[in-house]
């Protein structure tokens, strides 16, 4: 599960998952075939020390002769350059944050190779509860967790769902279901901050941890939290519950553990992974009731355009 800005992810980094802004200056004026247009570009650094380009024009034709079009495009180069800068600025920041992330998978994986956390498959982690006495530590968001979670496991969330209700967090909710929370259920997310302070309190760090979260991701990274703060006896979920078979571990909840990381349109339609493998295993009926969930949105679409029509004709004849 995830966020996505990256959103996250996000998700393990928040959120969710963010997209690359694309853009231009705009396209300039056609001209005839024999016209012969010059420009230059000379490069000053702007006030925010981003280098902007200055655009100047020069025409041989008397088709750009017109009185004006180089002032015009002269007046119109602050703010394509400011524009311009934005856009630039939000590409590279964007950048940035896929480079860090990347880095910081490598970084997580990395603890498993050099035998700082020891990796454990469902079944082995089952075995490892049952018969050895081992702690589950569950560090995913309170959506997932509250549809399923292993029986007898510490729930203290790395990441969870940001509440906060001040401008700037209601334009990134915002963002972030435009973005495509609305189609996955991913609702934007925020670093626990009372994550270590919690483990501490409640898990003895001689103890062995098995780490788990909906995809293998964010239990890593709690990982390296935790071995920072003298945990050596890790053990992390492999693949995570979303690797989890019926049996694997022992559940309190109604709805199997890969289930527990879909939601939104998509989970309402049956358009994930996890649910067209249920299907084929239940057959006909299974299928039938997402069928019948796609018609049902369907003829809600159709109904709400037919009702916007009406509307608007009723409107009209008011006007009249």
Known sequence: MAAICVNVAAAAVTGPKASALQGGAGATAAAAATTTTTTTTRTRPSRNGVHASHISCSSSSSTFAAPGFCNIARRRTPAIRHSSSRKILCAQDLAEQIKEMKAAEKRWESQV????????????????????????????????????????????????????????TLLKKLSNFSMGGWWSGLPLMKYNERFMPDVVAQIPKSANLIVGCQKGLRSLAACEQLYKAGYRNLYWLNGGFDAVQEGDLEKEGSQPFNFAGIGGMSEFLG?????RAEAAKQGITYRALLFARLLGVILAVDLFFLGAQRLGHYFQQLRQ
């Open 271 to 275: 358009w994930t992974d996890v649910q």
């Open 113 to 168: 190779k050099e035998g700082k956390v020891k990796s454990l498959t469902a079944k082995e982690a089952g075995y490892a509860i049952q018969l050895s006495n081992y702690s589950f530590l569950d560090v995913r968001p309170s959506t997932e967790h509250s549809k399923v979670y292993v029986k007898d496991s510490i729930w203290i969330p790395i990441y969870d769902v940001d509440k906060s209700l001040d401008p700037g």
